[in-house]
């Protein structure tokens, strides 16, 4: 072997590449014609040992000899050994990381490698068969290779598994391998396998995936463990997220229950290690995931009942309360408990129940609110706050009661800070933030929710020592008027527009205030710059809500003159075209796809979810509104009384026969 010699050591020259290229070729005749096993087994050896250096040249040349010895010589587990470690070296094709240029032909040289390997199925069939080696020389090296092969060519690898025949249990085996090395690359060779591949991840989780993962993270310590927990939890997370399938096996397998541990933490929580931070990060995802909104309905709400059941829920309302939780936890935290208790009574009821542990106790809403309105907050939790207010009010018209009942004259508290207190002092202080964030609260207080929307024409403000009252509704129309920041007149136009929506005993207080109209029209009709057509837009939004949910009570703005109105200073085209301005703004789609509200930037946060919802079903009904003549209005008022009076004979008649 002394011709190795030249290529093995010293610098890489041109003739080093002539006689390293010699070589190979020398070895691979070696590999295809030797008739001694001993003598093959050195030349698949002396490939491997150069098959780092010399990818390419080994991959061209050698590949299919590589495959030949895997095929024949499988009674030899050291030369399988070496085989499957060569392939691995040219399909992973390691470059140097400080050189990014080298870093993405390597990769690319990776993929074409991978894609020429398996071109022959047979080659991953029988990669398959060679894991059920026990042998720690042909497994180790096998799931490295196939896990390579899958980040290459993921779709390709995952179909030929799907197919063959005890595929996904032969690599389910691996999870219980004695040795740590073996199960814990198992772990990310089956991360590779199950990525977006539906059938995949039914049949691992079939595989009893998840009482073994459970048992990992167990043994590991649960939060405490090392990146070997971060592992099962990320696989975890592939086999649940957008499963339904899955979610609901893990749901009946009683699975919830065994997180409950996770999340047990102690009264010093400083100097947490950055993958403890990571490992529960990741634990609280996997709790959303079970619980998220795109989930269907009748699924989350079976997974928030059993986290209530199991006490789940109680625990991480218990880290919400805690000292010395790294932020980043603390607000995923907050974000988890939103989904835990949206939309479920029973969970917002015990949320609502939840003290923080100060002197005297304050309600967690209280002290969560005092976090959102407080501009020397985090961002990111401030947002999370915001979230929190709003799946404590979805579908929870119990909790949209208490909330306005916090503002009503007749229950305010002098001596305690109540919820109602603080967003009126963030709706009217100088941070448009907390203005936003207080108007998108209060909003969520009066979403589908009439009664709540008259009361809160109730509410009364002193502004000012020696001046009379006013009411919130007017006041909020005062600062749109004084032209604050665009932020902070969106945040009121949105609250104001879900207040008067379907509410006429509201938009006759609007419109009893005569310089509200005027305000409007001026808004709308002006020829102001692209920066302002947001809030033309919600200004002909607002308007709109005037129109079609006017009970025509107030001579000077019934419908009628409000229409002619909108003809005569703005023109109906030119309105119509102003209340197209907001679902054209950029931010609207991104606001409509989900209710959480992420945004890149405090600028960014202008649209609410819920309100989008909102103008998509008013701004048809508006536009048609307002080309409509009032002889068409008049016979729509008539056809509603006739129905109005025939539901009243009908419930009468109902009520006769009990």
Request: glycine share 6%; aromatic share 6%; with cysteine.
């Amino acid at each position: 072997m002394n011709f190795l010699r030249g290529v093995m050591g010293g610098q890489q020259t041109s003739g080093a590449q002539q006689s390293g290229t010699q070589t190979i070729q020398k070895l691979c005749d070696r590999v295809a014609s030797a008739t001694l096993l001993d003598d093959r087994r050195d030349a698949v050896r002396a490939l491997k040992s150069l098959s780092k250096k010399y990818c390419f040249e080994v991959a061209t040349q050698a590949m299919d000899h590589l495959i030949n010895v895997l095929q024949t010589d499988r009674s030899d587990s050291e030369i399988i050994g070496y085989a499957l470690d060569t392939l691995y070296n040219i399909m992973s094709n390691e470059a140097d990381e400080t050189d990014e240029n080298q870093q993405i032909a390597s990769d690319d040289l990776g993929v074409q490698f991978s894609e020429t390997f398996i071109k022959q199925q047979d080659n991953i069939t029988l990669l398959l068969s060679l894991l059920e080696e026990f042998d720690f020389h042909v497994r180790w090296p096998g799931v490295k290779l196939l896990t390579t092969l899958l980040k290459h060519q993921s779709t390709q690898v995952q179909q030929i598994v799907l197919v063959s025949p005890m595929g996904v249990s032969r690599l389910m085996d691996l999870l219980d391998d004695s040795r740590e090395v073996i199960r814990n690359d198992g772990l990310l060779l089956l991360q590779q396998l199950t990525k977006s591949n539906a059938a995949i991840q039914k049949i691992v989780a079939f595989e009893n995936a998840f009482e073994r993962l459970l048992d990992i993270i167990t043994e590991e310590g649960n939060g405490d463990g090392g990146i070997v927990v971060e592992d099962c939890l990320l696989l975890l997370q592939n086999l649940l997220k957008y499963n339904n399938s899955n979610q609901n096996f893990f749901k009946e397998g009683s699975y919830i229950q065994r997180m409950k541990p996770w999340f047990e933490v102690g009264d010093d929580n400083s100097g947490w290690s950055a993958q403890k931070v990571t490992n529960l990060h990741l634990m609280l995802q996997l709790v959303r995931v079970l619980v998220s909104p795109v989930n269907p309905p009748g699924a989350t709400s079976s997974c928030q009942k059993s986290m209530f059941q199991c006490g789940l829920l109680q625990q991480l309302c218990i880290i919400l309360m805690a000292t010395g939780v790294p932020a980043d936890i603390l607000t995923e935290t907050i974000n988890t408990v939103s989904e835990v208790i949206r939309g479920s009574q029973v969970n917002q009821d015990y949320f609502a129940s939840v003290n923080a542990p100060s002197n005297p106790p304050r309600p967690a809403i209280v002290v969560l609110l005092m976090s959102m309105v407080n501009e020397r907050q985090p961002f990111v939790l401030r947002c999370a706050v915001l979230y929190c207010f709003q799946c404590f009010l979805y579908k929870n018209q119990k909790g949209q009661g208490e909330i306005v009942a916090t503002l009503l004259p007749s229950t305010i508290d002098a001596n305690a800070l109540s919820a109602g207190q603080l967003l009126c002092g963030g709706l009217f202080s100088t941070d448009s933030l907390s203005n936003w964030c207080a108007a998108v609260a209060l909003a969520h207080a009066l979403l589908d929710n009439a009664t709540q929307k008259e009361q809160l024409l109730r509410v009364q403000l002193a502004t000012s020592i020696g001046n009379p009252p006013v009411s919130l509704l007017q006041q909020c129309t005062n600062i749109l008027s004084q032209g604050s920041k665009v932020q902070t007149r969106v945040g009121l136009l949105m609250l104001l527009c879900t207040w008067l929506t379907n509410c006429p005993i509201a938009v006759t207080h609007f419109l009893h205030n005569a310089a509200n109209v005027p305000f409007l029209t001026a808004q709308i009709s002006e020829n102001l710059g692209e920066e302002e057509h947001l809030v033309q837009g919600m200004c002909a939004l607002l308007l709109g809500i005037c129109i079609y949910y006017n009970d025509n009570s107030l001579e000077n703005n019934t419908k009628d003159k409000l229409k002619q109105l909108i003809e005569k200073r703005i023109g109906k085209e030119n309105f119509t075209e102003k209340l197209g301005f907001i679902t054209k703004h950029e931010f609207y789609s991104k606001a409509a796809q989900k209710p959480q509200p992420i945004f890149s930037s405090p600028d960014h946060m202008l649209f609410d979810h819920e309100f989008t919802k909102l103008v998509k079903e008013l701004e048809v009904v508006i536009t048609k509104a307002i080309y409509k003549s009032s002889e068409e209005d008049k016979k729509e008022e008539e056809v509603k009384k006739s129905l109005e009076q025939h539901d009243n004979i009908v419930s009468h008649y109902k009520k006769k026969k009990k």
